[in-house]
């Protein structure tokens, strides 16, 4: 099992410019989240997904879309990048909610001029 | 916004020592508790739940006081290995997690 994959590893963009950030995992989770990382902070959600089909936004949705078309895939969407959304992007599953572990992918390093 | 806090650290031990972290949560309803660890740069990982009853899992022992609303998490017999973040979850069984900052923790030989 691949496990949790996130492309790409890093990228930069200018302010304005759309990108999808990409996620797939192989484990068959229904739940999976997107979230951003910023220095001296928590981990904040950005939007979740608890099956295909199904998702709903977290703390920090503001300029962020996303998609749940199968069960594997989870893209994150910067409509309109702006330098606030300098930050690392972690993708995260797990079989369900409740008590069970999040898998990480090894995250996106962002970073909006 | 519910939160979830922690000394940042750094905490400086030498290899062998014993440390411990807490973490303090807002929300008295909170349902399940966790310990992450994160490696410079790199994703977190699960180290372990943290049960009502407290639990260990080798060198280390995590512990819950609902009525304090505080997690500790007990590192015995430091290893240089151990050198990391560890970050403190939240659920509050609303499909979204709270995450602390995190406490960094520098293991010396």
């Known amino acids: 099992n691949a496990g949790v994959t996130q492309t790409p590893k890093f990228q930069v963009l200018k302010t304005g410019q759309s990108m999808t950030l990409q996620c797939a995992q192989d484990?068959?989770?229904?739940?999976m989240s997107w979230y951003r990382q910023d220095p001296g902070m928590g981990l904040r959600l950005i939007h979740y997904?608890?099956?295909?089909?199904?998702?709903d936004q977290g703390e920090v949705p503001n300029g962020y879309n996303v998609s749940r078309s199968t069960t594997e895939d989870f893209p994150l969407r910067l409509l309109s990048a702006a330098p606030s959304q300098t930050s690392v992007y972690f993708c995260?599953?797990?079989?369900?909610?409740?008590?069970?572990?999040?898998?990480f992918g090894p995250g996106t390093r962002l970073t909006v001029l | 916004r519910k939160e979830v806090e922690q000394d940042p650290g750094p905490f400086n031990v030498p290899e062998g020592a014993t440390v411990a972290f807490n973490c303090t949560y807002s929300n008295s309803a909170s349902q399940s508790f966790f310990w992450y660890r994160q490696d410079c740069r790199k994703e977190p990982k699960l180290l372990m739940s943290v049960y009502s009853s407290g639990n260990e899992d080798g060198r280390f022992t995590a512990q819950l006081n609902r009525a304090s609303q505080y997690i500790s998490l007990l590192i015995r017999d430091s290893k240089l290995s151990d050198s990391a973040t560890y970050l403190c979850v939240v659920n509050e069984g609303n499909y979204q997690l709270i995450w602390g900052a995190g406490t960094k923790l520098i293991i010396k030989p």
């Open positions: 997904s608890v099956g295909a089909g199904i998702t």
């Open positions: 995260a599953s797990s079989r369900d909610f409740t008590n069970n572990e999040q898998f």
């Open positions: 484990m068959n989770h229904e739940y």
